[in-house]
């Protein structure tokens, strides 16, 4: 009795574990459902994507698509530590149909695994600054999903308080209105230098700024010219001075992008640094705060202030999926009514010529949208630079703010980075 | 079935899971993290390419790797010590007769079992806005700056939260031990003579050394793989002064796509803790006193 009852508890024991082990390598999520009524097995079209904030608005439009077309089943996963969970997806062998990836070097680092979408019906229709981003090997990968600027976001009342009727066009302006500000007892900056990416957006003029980004970017890497020669850099560093100067100062490197945020939201601050994704927060803290966006200007030359404006986030559709078709019907469905959710539910600003921007999208995205018509829009070139370089420069400017080097010695820094990015 | 054959199946049975976990979880990432910190790759290509110890090499000349290794030192050196003595005092302060000393030992246990992201979070909330506040209202000089601002104030400001977190956890252990020593030792020295402070120093501390060599495994060990306070409350800030090595792996491996470079970190970071916290338990095991 005793031997066969001990025998059993070792039999079960390593039964268990050893069904535990294997678990992992059957395949736990099968890509086909069945449906109950008719034994069918029908398509099951896994999507996995960043913005939590729209997590909802999301799961909707996959309950109306899957509500429209019974022969497929689409399921969406939103998720806030988004690149980790994508590359353990793909690294357990469960990887999305259809996911989202920034552009230029993330958009690079997945293009072995993703689907040419060249020749879909929606992508004669892209916004022509959504391309370069997308565009491998002369194919064309992403389903652009919205447009984001990054500028100066203002409020209107405190700045006609102060008596500046027009908003600054050039860096002198954009110098007396902080000082007018500052004259009429108004804070006039806050800025967020705790975080990294005001910090990297306000980094990138100086490259953004150029001729031809992307070449410029080109001979850095091919080190034909070093970071010390781009004309802009310096007045980069005068617009972190200026922040510093009439906001926090060198404290501004304890301050959050919340306290930020909501200090603007409440009317004790008159600008931030930031882009058009603050209306959220800022209208749930004050919904009748009256604010505008204008481009950082960054020279004296009107001419040349441009906003940054690209797309944080492309659809694209892996191509070792068993549904690619089927994921390519899914999106030309969201093009096709890219008003009704891309727009009105999501509040993107649309990345497509056809989709047409509404009022609703709030202030922000109004301003934004002059720049877009005018032309007036720049690269985000932090997508493009060597992989792992963009958190590098956090680091070199917060020590900067920090007092802790020059701006030769900063720029040295930056470079020394950069080398190390490059030559691997 | 012979009894030795007996006694080996049940070992197994007891053993085997225990073994089994220690390898799918800890032994098989570890080889995992070794290969990879001799190849190249992002954590997304589908290929991987072999550089040898291309990875190592430029860990040499990565500065911020060096003051990653040296904050983290810096700051297990000090944690290691407050939490310990934090801990160690208030077991001695409610080990006494206290009428409230449930109370208070339930109380100073409670932060621990709060997370400690979400404890970033609460306490960046209180040193940057409410330490103003205490500033303006009293006009000390040291309240009136932001010290997630400050390189010195930042790494005061992880190990203050760092020590009220886990004082309580210590405290736990410390009273156990505490409540272990026996009564009729205490009351024999005190008959000859021994003063409290005699007591303490030559009865009580040698006796609850295996509870010292235990805390200070824990303290050492927690605060060498110390991560979120890190993360949630000064980031790493700034300038990358508070970024504590595990934090850095991290972003390396996993914000900056920088994945095998973050594996040869992270297995450098094994040998130096393996290294110290071995000599650490086998100096202040000798030092254990047997009843």
Known sequence: MKKWFSSAIVFTVLAVLVAGCAGGNTKSGTSESVDANKGEKKPVIKILQNKIEITDKVKAMVADYNAYNPDVVVEVQVVKDYLTMLKTRFASGDAPDIFTTAGYNPMASWSDKLVDLSNEPWMGSVSPLTIEGMTMNGQKMGFPLAFEGFGVVYNKDLFAQAGIDTPPTTFSELKAAAEKLKAAGIKPYKEAYQEGFPLYHILNLGFAYEQDPLATLAKLEKQEMKLADLPFLNNVFDVLDLGMKYGEGQESLGVSYDSQVSDFATGKIAMINNGVWTIDPITKVNADINIGMFALPLTDNAEETKMPISVPGYYVINKDSKHVEESKKFLSWLHENGEKYLVDSFKFFPAFTDIKATDDLGPLAKDMAAYVESGKGITWTQSAWPVGYREDTVKRIQAYIGGQGDREQTIAELQKDWDNRVNK | ?291
């Open chain 2, 1 to 291: 079935m012979k009894t030795g054959m007996r006694n080996a199946l049940t070992y197994i049975v007891f053993v085997a899971p225990a073994v089994l976990f220690f390898i799918a979880f800890i032994l098989f990432p570890l080889i995992r993290a070794i290969i990879y910190s001799f190849q190249d790759w992002d954590g997304i290509a589908s290929q991987a390419s072999w550089v040898g110890w291309g990875n190592y090499k430029r860990l040499l000349d990565d500065t911020d790797f060096g003051k990653s290794l040296a904050f983290t030192f810096k700051y297990v050196a000090v944690t290691a010590v407050l939490f310990n003595l934090s801990g160690f005092l208030l077991a001695l302060a409610l080990n006494m007769a206290l009428k409230s000393r449930n109370l208070l030992r339930t109380g100073f246990f409670l932060p621990h079992v709060v997370g400690s992201v979400i404890i970033g979070f609460i306490w960046q909330f209180i040193i940057v806005q409410l330490f103003g506040e205490i500033g303006k209202a009293t006009g000390i000089a040291l309240f009136q700056k932001n010290w997630l601002s400050m390189p010195d104030m930042s790494f005061w400001s992880i190990v203050i939260v760092a020590v009220w977190h886990s004082a309580g956890y210590f405290m736990v252990i410390y009273l156990a031990a505490l409540q272990g020593v026996p009564r009729d030792l205490l009351e024999a020295s005190e008959i000859d003579g021994a003063s409290r402070m005699r007591r303490l120093w030559s009865v009580t501390l040698p006796l609850i050394r295996p509870a010292m060599t235990v805390c200070f495994f824990l303290a050492i060990s927690s605060s060498f793989k110390a991560f979120d306070l890190n993360f949630s409350l000064t980031r790493g800030g700034p300038f990358g002064s508070t970024e504590s090595l595990a934090l850095q792996i991290y972003s390396d491996a996993f914000v900056k796509n920088l994945f095998t470079y973050g594996a040869a970190k992270a297995v450098i970071f094994f040998l130096v803790l393996a290294g110290i916290t071995l000599v650490q338990v086998g100096v202040m095991k000798r030092k254990e006193v047997e009843m």
